[in-house]
């Protein structure tokens, strides 16, 4: 079942979490998901944050939040061990709304690294936080924000079980 929230967003057709982006010490870019950004516009982002980051976050504490805003969009920006984190926003998606997304996922990362991640760790777990992520942001919504269900969802079975 879609909830309610979904459907709304697409009714609307509003999109507000712009992208989410995740970046390894030296500007790589490890995940990144955009939502309602046209392709050609998608490399002047990415660059954009990669950039935005390198002069920022030299320096900041773990998951010390960072906040910008460019072209009436919010960014909102953390370390998170190796990694960096972005999010892009806007309408309601204003800098406060974004802390919260960026809280739970950085929150979620953890859970599923077990720490803050080196690059390493961060890889050798891409497939479970790509999945967290699907749950947490869904077609650029906020879906979901508790941390008991997310682990429900995103449960993996082995291979035999199928």
């Excluded at 979490?17 to 490890?30: K, M, T, Y």
């Excluded at 859970?111 to 690059?119: A, L, R, S, V």
């Excluded at 936080?129 to 749950?135: G, T």
Aim: hydrophobic residues 40%.
């Amino acid at each position: 079942k879609e909830s309610r929230r979904r459907k709304e967003g697409r009714k609307e057709g509003r999109i507000m979490i712009l992208a989410v982006l995740f970046a390894n010490s030296v500007g790589n870019v490890l995940i990144e998901r955009f939502n309602g950004v046209p392709a050609e516009e998608r490399l002047t982002w990415r660059s954009f944050l990669v950039k935005l980051g390198a002069e920022n976050l030299k320096g900041v504490k773990n998951e010390e939040l960072l906040v910008a805003c460019h072209k009436s969009v919010y960014i909102v920006y953390t370390m998170l061990g190796d990694v960096s984190i972005f999010l892009v926003g806007k309408d309601e998606y204003d800098e406060l709304a974004l802390a919260e997304a960026i809280f739970i996922i950085t929150g979620a990362v953890k859970d599923i690294c077990g720490k803050p991640p080196t690059e390493r760790v961060f890889l050798d777990k891409y497939g479970r936080i790509c999945l967290c992520l699907d749950e947490i942001v869904w077609n650029g919504l906020l879906e979901n924000t508790d941390k008991d269900r997310i682990k429900r969802l995103i449960r993996l079975k082995p291979p035999s079980e199928f």
